[in-house]
C-alpha cells in the first residue's frame, strides 16, 4: 500500500506572475473548523498533521461534548491559495490543544496577519489567540464558524470580545471553498487599509 504522500494528485503549479507570497495564520481553539478552513480553501493538497485521540488524552486534552471530534492537530496545517496573478497566501492552521500552543511563536514568526475562528457555543477559547496576536502586533480578522444557528449575533460577539471597531468581524462556513474565500480575502484587505494608514500618517 502506497502512503498517502506518494499518492498522485493534480497540483495547481504556483503561477508565474506571482510576486507576493503571504503568510497567514489560522487560530482558534479545538475543534473550531481551523483544519477544515485550511483544507476547503487550499489549490493543492493540505498538509495535515492531525492524530487520532486516544484514552492516553483523556485528562490532558480538552474535549467538549458538542463536537465529534476524534482527531486533533498536533504540529499545524498547511496550504496554499491563489487569490489573484500575483497574490499568493500560504496558510498555517495553529494547533487548539493548550499543550501545543508553544508551537504558536514559532508560527507567527514572518506572518503578516491571522484569522481567528470562533466557535459562539465555546466563545472563551478564542481570547488566548486573540491575546496572543495582540501580543505580537499582528493584524487580524475574526470569523464566527456557524455550527448550526448563532447564539449571539456578530455585535454582540464583538461586545463579548472587546474587539475594536477596526478588527473585521465576519460569518463564514468554513466547510464552504467560497466562504473560505471571503475570509482571506477580508484579512488582505484589512492588511491592504493598515498599510495605506500607516503610509499617509505624516
Same mark, same amino acid.
Given at each position: 500500500?502506497?502512503?498517502?504522500?506518494? *499518492?498522485?494528485?493534480?497540483?495547481?503549479?504556483?503561477?508565474?506572475?506571482?510576486?507576493?507570497?503571504?503568510? %497567514?495564520?489560522?487560530?482558534?481553539?479545538?475543534?473550531?473548523?481551523?483544519?477544515?478552513?485550511?483544507?476547503?480553501?487550499?489549490? %493543492?493538497?493540505?498538509?495535515? @498533521?492531525?492524530?487520532?485521540?486516544?484514552?492516553?488524552?483523556?485528562?490532558?486534552?480538552?474535549?467538549?461534548?458538542?463536537?465529534?471530534?476524534?482527531? @486533533?492537530?498536533?504540529?499545524?496545517?498547511?496550504?496554499? %491559495?491563489?487569490?489573484?496573478?500575483?497574490?499568493?497566501?500560504?496558510?498555517?492552521?495553529?494547533?487548539?490543544?493548550?499543550?501545543?500552543?508553544?508551537?504558536?511563536?514559532?508560527?507567527?514568526?514572518? @506572518?503578516?496577519?491571522? /484569522?481567528?475562528?470562533?466557535?459562539?457555543?465555546?466563545?472563551?477559547?478564542?481570547?488566548?489567540?486573540?491575546?496572543?496576536?495582540?501580543?505580537?502586533?499582528?493584524?487580524?480578522?475574526?470569523?464566527?464558524?456557524?455550527?448550526?444557528?448563532?447564539?449571539?449575533?456578530?455585535?454582540?460577539?464583538?461586545?463579548?470580545?472587546?474587539?475594536?471597531?477596526? /478588527?473585521?468581524? %465576519?460569518?463564514?462556513?468554513?466547510?464552504?471553498?467560497?466562504?473560505?474565500? *471571503?475570509?482571506?480575502?477580508?484579512?488582505? @484587505?484589512?492588511?491592504?487599509?493598515?498599510?495605506?494608514?500607516?503610509?499617509?500618517?505624516?
Amino acid at each position: 500500500m502506497r502512503s498517502r504522500s506518494s *499518492e498522485p494528485v493534480d497540483t495547481p503549479p504556483l503561477r508565474a506572475t506571482a510576486a507576493d507570497g503571504l503568510k %497567514i495564520v489560522v487560530v482558534g481553539g479545538f475543534g473550531v473548523g481551523k483544519t477544515t478552513l485550511v483544507g476547503s480553501v487550499s489549490e %493543492i493538497r493540505p498538509l495535515s @498533521t492531525e492524530e487520532t485521540m486516544t484514552q492516553a488524552s483523556v485528562g490532558v486534552d480538552e474535549l467538549k461534548s458538542s463536537t465529534d471530534k476524534t482527531t @486533533t492537530t498536533v504540529a499545524f496545517d498547511f496550504g496554499r %491559495i491563489t487569490l489573484d496573478d500575483e497574490m499568493v497566501l500560504y496558510l498555517f492552521g495553529a494547533p487548539g490543544q493548550k499543550r501545543f500552543w508553544f508551537l504558536w511563536e514559532r508560527l507567527f514568526s514572518g @506572518t503578516l496577519g491571522a /484569522v481567528v475562528l470562533v466557535d459562539t457555543r465555546h466563545v472563551a477559547d478564542c481570547w488566548y489567540s486573540i491575546d496572543r496576536l495582540e501580543h505580537h502586533g499582528l493584524p487580524f480578522v475574526v470569523a464566527r464558524n456557524n455550527f448550526g444557528e448563532p447564539d449571539h449575533t456578530l455585535e454582540q460577539l464583538r461586545e463579548a470580545l472587546s474587539l475594536p471597531p477596526g /478588527v473585521p468581524l %465576519i460569518d463564514c462556513d468554513a466547510r464552504r471553498r467560497d466562504s473560505g474565500v *471571503e475570509v482571506l480575502t477580508a484579512l488582505v @484587505t484589512h492588511l491592504h487599509t493598515l498599510s495605506y494608514a500607516r503610509e499617509t500618517t505624516p
